[in-house]
């Protein structure tokens, strides 16, 4: 049987669109241990451009299918297989394939059954296609900044989907949160719908001292940032002394502007957050936890 996937042949960082075009592929059928979905949404995530530009380096292989969320429905199962059946909702631990060349954004793909993982039926069909990327990301990203209850964790991009699965989920956890964001307009609507305790806007405000002034003078526990570019020298003067700016996104660019006083003198830390490596070196029942 045929079907439609969207493939990259070459990579193009200036213009990732034109990297993707439409292929006709044919489904493999499962063997033993494996399942065949039948992809009913697939997600858009900056890995995925990342991707399409050829700077992900969990994306590689050439040709290749893209994606790393999305869900689907049971089409076919191989021999062995006991823990799915046709017709059942399912999204992954990871399209983890993508790595292999064939990732989410296809019609089919075929998958090792423990790679599945079923939607429970209150769960829609476009909350399951972003189940992994995002809601894995914010766990992990909450582990590593370790702002005690109490404290405040500084998120900048705070309007964005993570943005908000941040907030809320920080918050729950009785964290103090103070979210950028570059619209004066956003301001109110962030605090309304998420409970942000406190939003500033970089475009008008001046963030570090803002801040300072939510913080007591303390700074910021942590730091969340998705940006990077020239906000990550003020987020250093933002976070307390000896505290982290945790980059996990690049918009501006791949390359950012960093404090060197801030780090000289007041041992503030610039780190990279990637989640394909923090999930894959817990032991396989901590990542179903997860």
């Not at 599945?116 to 909350?127: G, M, N, R, T, Y």
């Not at 950028?180 to 475009?203: F, I, M, W, Y």
Request: aromatic share 8%; hydrophobic share 40%.
């Amino acid at each position: 049987m045929q079907y439609d996937a969207i493939e990259v042949q070459a990579f193009d960082a200036g213009n990732p669109a034109t990297a993707a075009q439409v292929v006709r592929k044919t489904v493999k059928e499962p063997g033993q241990g494996e399942v065949l979905v039948q992809m009913k949404y697939a997600g858009v995530n900056p890995s995925d451009v990342f991707s399409l530009m050829g700077v992900y380096p969990g994306f590689t292989q050439l040709p290749g299918v893209p994606g790393f969320d999305g869900m689907g429905v049971v089409a076919k199962v191989g021999a062995s297989v006991t823990a799915f059946s046709e017709g059942q909702r399912v999204t992954s631990l990871g399209w983890l394939t993508t790595s292999q060349g064939s990732g989410s954004w296809q019609q089919y793909i075929t998958l090792p059954q423990e790679k599945l993982v079923a939607l429970p039926d209150e769960v829609s069909d476009e909350a399951g296609a972003q189940f992994y990327i995002n809601p894995v990301t914010v766990v992990g990203l909450l582990e590593v900044a370790a702002v005690q209850p109490g404290q405040h964790l500084l998120i900048t991009a705070a309007g964005s989907t993570l943005g908000r699965m941040l907030i809320k989920a920080a918050r729950a956890e009785g964290i103090n949160t103070i979210g950028v964001v570059r619209r004066p307009e956003a301001v109110q609507e962030l605090k309304d719908s998420t409970g942000c305790d406190e939003v500033v806007c970089s475009c008008t405000e001046p963030l570090a001292e803002r801040v300072k002034a939510i913080t007591g003078g303390a700074g910021a526990g942590s730091v969340l940032d998705c940006v990077g570019g020239d906000m990550a020298d003020e987020l250093a003067a933002a976070v307390r002394s000896g505290g982290t700016v945790w980059l996990y996104g690049l918009m501006e660019g791949l390359s950012f502007k960093g404090h060197g006083a801030e780090c000289l003198f007041r041992d503030v830390g610039y780190r990279g957050f990637w989640f394909f490596p923090w999930l894959e070196s817990k032991p396989h029942q901590e990542q179903q936890a997860v």
